[in-house]
């Protein structure tokens, strides 16, 4: 099964922002991208986090520093609530 993707730059004119926040998140370490033709794509997968990314920047003022804290935080009590589970 193939995986479906969507352009970077046709992702963040969809949301009104730069492209450079989702290369910005990528360089790091906050998302997936591949590179393909010199341009860069999201897998459909990582839609979700991304958008959550743009919403705690956009909407709240997060830095990317403080995206990585949220980042490791929220990966930190999924893993907590697996080991409960």
Known sequence: M???TISVIQFSQYHKIEPQFVID???NGL???HERNQEYFI???DL????K???FHYDLGVNIEGLEVID???KQIDRLQKQIK
């Open 72 to 74: 490791h935080l929220l």
């Open 25 to 27: 998140l990528y360089q």
């Open 48 to 51: 979700t986090i991304v958008e």
């Open 53 to 55: 990314f743009i919403q």
């Open 31 to 33: 998302v997936v991208l």
């Open 43 to 45: 897998e459909e997968d």
């Open 2 to 4: 193939k995986n479906i």
